[in-house]
């Protein structure tokens, strides 16, 4: 009888601290990652003076990291900047979801918010391709093809997102330095104004990003006419790209992923029976997505 | 917290301005990163200066970048490796129809061994040829059959697929794909100072040394061309007490015999015969080594000299590329069989002469077109060159060979340790008179024995009876031990192994040919009941295999033939002698009594 009492009590010990403790992260998520998206976008204005859409980009690239002075610092800054808002976001919006705080939002804001979040991974994603090197180009390429599947619209689409010949960085340089961000900010503006960053969360942000960006290099890249046996997209695509391998491109490039997100944006919108199978889809999808991240990756 | 924040700019800011100092940025803008660190690079050759070339166009890389790291990433160190030569020395701009034509060469493939192997370990001489080449091999984990996992632990260190692996001596530097042949010195570089860097050097004057690299095993070509010998491992004689300075890799020794004529007496190389076509392949895949060889003794020896060749660049580049081989300026130049240029071989003012490719020495050609009458003689005219002028072949008998299933050993393609262990042995090694045989109805051709005894231990170490076997085969090759001076008449016709019987004595009876072997396998229970030397029986049936149905020892009516003439040697011992004008002729004159008596006692019936 003591044992079990103890046992019990030991249990409720560590479930306080744990929500505790998650309570916290709570806080600070957002107020981390925003800190993380400023520092990121005043880093992308200095390199903006610097980088050119058009020519040998992944050329300029490589100047802007090993001539320019102190360009290897804005890079790796705005590198890791904006990998770490991204990661900060995809938490944010997890705690989020495990918590069902989407069933205390309005339809139209948590639409905002999702869609938002997806933006900021097309960003990253734009961000990836302006490198230049081997692994952009075949990401914009990817992009390129599977925008055209799009029926009665793809032309229109992949021609309003990827450049052909020495134009095809100057399309995705657009939107990842001027109306993706706008577009992000305007979407996120409540979020914003509610959880702007103290002092506190800049200064650890500032910290570890400065820190990171003087210590680790940049990831290498291969030159776009290089030849390679294997090659991967950013690591919040692997999943699809491991989905290509197997599905047709228009099942494992378009509509599987627009399912999942429309399911997502959909949450606040369903209730009962059809809210538990949309949450469950989605935990299963997710967790199959990462399966399939970490299986292409490592095997 | 503000002021916490503040600080901690103001010393991370010191931290970025000090090592923004100390990165490296070269004095003088450079026409790629790489010249950054390697600006003083040795040059590989005249033809490839680093000054033009920088090192991006051969190595790749990423040439825009003054980090280290990021300056290497994709960069590979052996642009004439196979699997990145079409990148490297291969590119379009470059040499962009040489590497698809090595890759399709025996060399690369290594379709001969296979084939062989096929044709005896697997389909019994039915000559199937092998389904896999080297390339197919290095795609798979798995091996088939017992063919290719000896192929591949065995055999598998000489072919153009194989990467060259750090530091000096014979394994480290063969393969490669073009550095293979083509570099002659290996790279050398200071860690103190990374510009002055010794590259390899390249050259199209490939010394003998890269090709003996690998033609120092099975036939031995390479060995025996420069005069050695490679004896059973003793060492001996000793010097200073130990085994002698005369080594080879694999423990072995040699010793000193005549080199064949052509290093002996012209210090000709490898390359002074062997043309561009059969060294780096016409393009076409051959499934034997015959068939992409090119030069033949007769290209040089009795060569037909034409003006070159309208359009023909090959024939002016090659010189020019060579650098050290005159210029044709209007000489007259041979051809190969196949069409190759032998641009070493000239006719000009002052009568032929062939170039040595490695120094351009001039090597005076006594070149005749008188048919001489040794060389004219009814009934020798199949006889290759090489059945007369090759007076010893390396023989190696009774290479007995155990499989081990339990043990592991190191897949050479794969490069990882994979179950089932080889050990080679070998009775004995001899370099002595050839056997001689048919390498096709054309064709008589020295041969050497290549006899295979395997046994199959399983992972219990017992013995597989099942899987055992036993392959007592026969294989003509050119030895390359060529001399000047032809062996004698009696030489084949009066020596029983000559003609492929083997060692002994050979008489004739009123009832036929009876021979004696030296060797009595049968006492000796050798588990055969004819000698390991004996390629055919006196009534010319063949004892041992061949690779090729082509392949053959003389028959009856050829050894009948051939013994016919021996009673006759001893006193009609000169090519010039009227009796061999029509041999068949001058018998029917003896036995119907026309002919002056002679003292032989017997005519062969």
Not at chain 1, 22 to 41: E, G, H, V, W
Not at chain 2, 296 to 318: M, N, S, W, Y
Not at chain 2, 329 to 348: C, D, F, I, T
Request: glycine fraction near 8%; aromatic fraction near 12%; proline fraction near 6%.
């Amino acid at each position: 009888m003591r044992y079990n009492r103890g046992s019990k009590r030991f249990l409720q010990q560590t479930q306080k601290v744990m929500a505790k403790f998650f309570n916290k992260t709570s806080l600070y998520l957002p107020r981390l990652s925003l800190a993380a998206l400023i520092i990121c976008l005043v880093s992308g204005v200095v390199l903006a003076f610097q980088y050119r859409p058009f020519g040998n980009v992944f050329q300029n690239v490589e100047e802007i990291t090993t001539l320019v002075p102190y360009g290897f610092f804005f890079r790796r800054l705005h590198y890791a900047s904006g990998e770490v808002f991204a990661i900060l976001v995809l938490l944010h919006v997890a705690d989020y979801f495990f918590r069902s705080a989407y069933k205390r939002q309005s339809f139209f804001d948590w639409f905002q918010l999702g869609l938002g979040a997806a933006l900021c991974f097309f960003i990253l994603f734009t961000g990836f391709i302006l490198q230049g090197g081997l692994e952009g180009y075949f990401a914009g390429t990817i992009l390129r093809n599977l925008l055209e599947l799009i029926p009665f619209v793809g032309s229109a689409a992949s021609h309003m997102v990827i450049g052909r010949g020495h134009a095809f960085y100057f399309l995705p340089y657009l939107y990842h330095c001027c109306f993706l961000p706008l577009g992000l900010v305007f979407l996120l503006r409540k979020h914003i104004r509610d959880w702007l960053p103290d002092w506190g969360s800049m200064t650890v942000a500032t910290m570890m990003l400065f820190i990171y960006a003087l210590a680790v290099p940049m990831p290498k890249a291969l030159p776009p006419g290089a030849e390679t046996s294997f090659i991967t997209g950013p690591w919040f695509f692997l999943g699809v790209q491991e989905l290509l391998r197997h599905f047709s491109p228009l099942w494992a490039g378009l509509f599987l992923p627009a399912l999942f997100a429309a399911l997502f944006l959909s949450l606040p919108a369903l209730s009962g029976v059809w809210a538990r199978v949309a949450r469950y889809t989605l935990l299963t999808g997710a967790g199959v997505y990462a399966v399939l991240s970490v299986k292409l990756y490592f095997f | 917290m503000k002021k916490a924040f503040f600080i901690f700019c103001v010393v991370l800011t010191g931290m970025l301005i000090v090592l923004e100092h100390q990165r490296f940025r070269p004095d003088q803008p450079v026409s790629e990163g790489c010249m950054g660190c390697h600006a003083g690079a040795s040059d590989p050759d005249k033809s490839h200066p680093v000054a033009a070339f920088g090192c991006f166009s051969c190595h790749l890389g990423n040439p825009y970048s003054l980090d280290k790291d990021r300056a290497h990433a994709g960069m590979v160190l052996n642009p004439g490796d196979l699997s990145v030569a079409a990148q490297g020395c291969g590119q379009e701009k470059c040499h962009p129809g040489i590497v698809s034509r090595v890759k399709n060469s025996i060399m690369a493939t290594n379709k001969g061994i296979l084939n062989t192997l096929y044709y005896h370990w697997i389909t019994n001489g039915k000559e199937a040829a092998s389904p896999v080449d080297v390339q197919a091999l290095l795609a798979v984990d798995t091996r088939a059959n017992l063919a290719e996992d000896h192929f591949v632990k065995l055999c598998a260190s000489c072919h153009f697929w194989r990467e060259r692996t750090p530091g000096q001596g014979e394994f480290a530097e063969r393969g490669g794909g073009c550095s293979g042949c083509h570099v002659v010195k290996r790279g050398e570089k200071t860690t103190e100072d990374l510009s002055k860097f010794t590259h390899s050097e390249l050259s199209t004057r490939i010394p003998s040394h890269n090709c003996v690299r690998c033609h120092n095993r099975s036939a031995r070509a390479g060995l025996s061309y420069e005069g050695k010998y490679e004896s059973e491992g003793y060492g001996t004689p000793f010097e200073h007490g130990q085994p002698n300075s005369r080594g080879l890799s694999g423990r072995r020794f040699y010793l000193d015999l005549p080199p064949d004529v052509h290093h002996a007496r012209s210090e000709m190389a490898c390359i002074d015969c062997h043309t561009h076509l059969e060294l780096m392949g016409d393009g076409k895949r051959y499934e034997y080594l015959e068939e992409q060889r090119d030069v033949i003794c007769k290209d040089c020896h009795e060569p037909r000299f034409v003006e070159v060749r309208q359009g023909d660049e090959t024939a002016e580049r090659l010189p020019r590329l060579n650098s050290v081989v005159p210029p044709l300026e209007g000489a007259k130049v041979a051809y190969s069989q196949k069409g190759a240029p032998l641009y070493n071989l000239r006719q000009g003012g002052h009568g032929a002469a062939l170039y040595l490719k490695l120094t351009g020495k001039a090597v005076s050609m006594n070149i005749s077109t008188e048919k001489k009458a040794y060389h004219a003689l009814p009934g020798h005219e199949r006889l290759s060159c090489q059945s007369c002028h090759s007076p010893y072949v390396p023989q190696c008998y009774g290479c007995h060979v155990t499989y081990h299933k339990g043990e592991f050993q190191k897949d050479k393609l794969l490069g990882l340790e994979t179950p089932g262990r080889w050990r080679e042995g070998r009775s004995y090694m001899r370099f002595e008179t050839p056997i001689l045989g048919l390498a096709n109805e054309q064709t008589i051709s020295p041969y050497s024995p290549c006899q295979v005894f395997v046994s199959v231990f399983d992972k219990d170490l017992s013995y597989n009876d099942g899987e055992s076997f036993a392959i007592s085969a026969m294989s003509p090759f050119d030895p390359h031990t060529t001399q000047n001076a032809s062996r004698t008449c009696l030489d084949c016709h009066g020596d029983p192994k000559a003609l492929g019987l083997g060692q002994g004595l050979l008489s004739a009876t009123k009832d036929g040919l009876l021979f004696c072997p030296t060797y009595d396998s049968v006492a000796s229970n050798f588990g055969q009941d004819f000698a390991p030397e004996s390629f055919a029986s006196v009534n010319g049936t063949a004892l041992h295999t061949a690779s090729r149905h082509e392949r053959r020892p003389f028959n009856a009516k050829e050894l009948k033939a051939i013994l016919g003439v021996t009673p006759c040697l001893s006193c009609h011992d000169t090519y010039e002698d009227p009796i061999y004008r029509d041999f068949k002729k001058s018998l029917e004159r003896l036995r119907g009594g026309l002919a002056r008596a002679c003292g032989v006692s017997f005519v062969y019936p």
